[in-house]
């Protein structure tokens, strides 16, 4: 082989050597000093809506308007997974109204044979965090014995209600019990356990999930009430893990004109980093906003409200932002 040929060669080779270490580096989060490739466990984000999504059912305001206008795109409501791309297992935390979406998204990174959910984990029974589980019916995807992992009121709650029990009946779920603060191994390194936070449990009791590897330990807690309701530091509960998505539903008070915001109560975005300002910047950083209402400039790309999150060393959830595990 002639002396340019030969390099020209050489030079292909590496490029082609470069292409899976350029997909590794795709996979890092900026700020994350884990690096992975395709075969690292990885968490996900696959939604940050509240339970009515964006745009928002019946919402005429400017905020719904830039989806309409082609200013802003949709956003799936609030949901993770944890994929483990080497055994192609995948779990769900929480199934959403957008569900058909968000599989769709969950095979474009890691597709698999058949559905492909390994487990879903419910945090509660308002709407947004478990009616996409109707796509599991015979009258969609008809599934067998998709694990469904459920407290014992949310197991209840799915058992003795149409057309939940309907699922149950035929088997396309299949319930699994959790109690607070068990322990389930889904596989020898990588555990799950939730914990009761306060909310409205009109129809079940209201939980947060802790996950964690021997590298890393995560809690994501998208609906809670006011902080001081809860018995536990989060301040605490944040120094003590790697990544930490919370209740971000509100930016600030008045962002529902005419509402007596009290009855929703929500922590503001603004409450929360001003409780977390005490962290140090190392921890404020692991810190993601999650679960945002349509209102919710965050939500929507609204330079003003990102950088005040931002400038404050915390972040905003993104769909499809990955983080491994």
């Known amino acids: 082989m ?3 040929k ?3 060669f050489i030079g292909i080779v590496l490029f082609a050597g470069l292409i899976p270490l350029c ?16 075969q690292t466990p990885f968490l996900v984000v696959l939604g940050t809506a509240q339970d009515g999504g964006y745009p928002h059912a019946g919402c005429k305001k ?28 995948r779990w769900l935390f929480d199934c959403t109204p957008d569900f058909t979406f968000q599989l769709h998204l969950l095979d474009s ?4 044979e058949g559905i492909g959910i390994n487990g879903i984990f419910l945090t509660h029974a ?6 996409g589980l109707m796509y599991l019916g015979r009258e969609a995807m008809n599934t067998k014995r998709i694990p469904v ?4 009121r949310m197991k209840h709650f799915l058992q003795d209600n149409g057309p939940w029990s309907q699922l149950v009946a035929l088997n396309n779920i299949e319930l699994k019990d959790m109690e607070e603060d068990s322990t ?12 009761l936070v306060p909310h409205r449990n009109e129809y079940s009791e209201t939980v947060g999930f802790k996950i964690w590897t021997n590298k890393t330990k995560i809690i994501f807690i998208p609906d809670i009430n006011k902080w001081d309701k809860w018995q536990i530091d989060i301040a605490q509960v944040v120094k003590d893990n790697d990544l930490v998505f919370i209740d971000g539903t509100f930016f600030k008070d008045g962002e529902l004109p005419g509402a007596k915001m009290q009855e929703v109560p929500h922590p503001f975005i603004e409450e929360t980093m001003k409780l977390l300002s005490g962290l140090s910047d190392k921890d404020k950083s692991k810190v993601h906003f999650i679960h945002m209402n349509h209102t919710n400039p965050a939500l929507i790309g609204d330079t003003t409200a990102i950088n005040e999150i931002e400038r404050n060393h915390f972040h905003v959830a993104k769909e499809l932002e990955k983080f491994a595990l």
């Open 2 to 4: 002639k002396g340019s």
């Open 126 to 131: 308002h709407i947004g965090h478990y009616t």
């Open 6 to 8: 030969k390099l020209k």
């Open 149 to 152: 992992y459920a407290m014992p």
């Open 184 to 195: 389930i191994e889904l596989t020898p390194n990588l555990h799950v356990s939730p914990f």
């Open 23 to 38: 997909f590794a580096f795709k996979l890092n989060k900026p700020g994350n000093a884990n690096t992975f490739d395709q």
């Open 62 to 89: 400017p905020c719904c308007q830039k989806y309409y206008e082609g200013k802003e795109k949709r956003h799936y409501v609030s949901c993770l997974a944890i994929v483990n791309p080497l055994t192609k297992e």
């Open 109 to 112: 990174i890691c597709p698999v």
